[in-house]
């Protein structure tokens, strides 16, 4: 009877741990040097190359920690934010918005079939845009930020 009081105990203390480092949903704003935008892809990639810059899209979800920490750590604070903002027009995009994106073949998609075609299935997800209208990376989740630079080739 000891035992099984024992591992009882156990199992539910190992739960009870698991369940206290789950994300929690956290709300977060974008940052206020993110490029404002019509969503017109195409026009945002030559505006970006006008500047010498690349274009880089942020997909995210509303109340996404893993977005907030993203955030926080390499476009609010911090070196990186200055290596990205010299280097890239972000612009963002809600994996659940309605708004309409022209993509880069001209197909006009809302924001989620936009996320759906591009295979967007976790957020935070970032895609680089070349000096041609194609992705040239894509980086699917949260990363420390000397792995994300790193990812970013910064």
């Avoid at 099984?4 to 539910?12: H, Q, R």
């Avoid at 274009?55 to 200055?82: M, Q, S, V």
């Avoid at 027009?89 to 880069?104: A, E, K, Q, T, Y």
Wanted: hydrophobic share 45%; glycine share 6%; aromatic share 12%.
């Amino acid at each position: 009877m000891r035992f099984w009081s024992l591992v009882f105990f156990i199992a539910f203390s190992a739960n009870a741990v698991a369940r206290d480092i789950e994300p929690k949903p956290l709300h977060y704003e974008l940052p206020g040097w993110f490029k404002q935008t019509f969503l017109e892809i195409p026009v945002d990639i030559q505006d970006a190359q006008t500047r010498g810059k690349k274009l880089l899209i942020f997909f995210h979800l509303d109340d996404c920690p893993y977005c907030a920490y993203l955030l926080k750590e390499n476009f609010t604070e911090g070196p990186n934010r200055e290596r990205i903002e010299a280097k890239f027009d972000v612009i963002s995009i809600n994996v659940r918005g309605d708004l309409p994106v022209n993509w880069i073949d001209g197909t006009v998609y809302s924001e989620k079939q936009l996320a759906r075609k591009l295979g967007v299935f976790a957020t935070p997800a970032v895609l680089v845009m070349g000096p041609k209208p194609e992705v040239n990376k894509k980086i699917m989740g949260y990363k420390k930020p000397a792995i994300f630079m790193d990812m970013l080739g910064l």
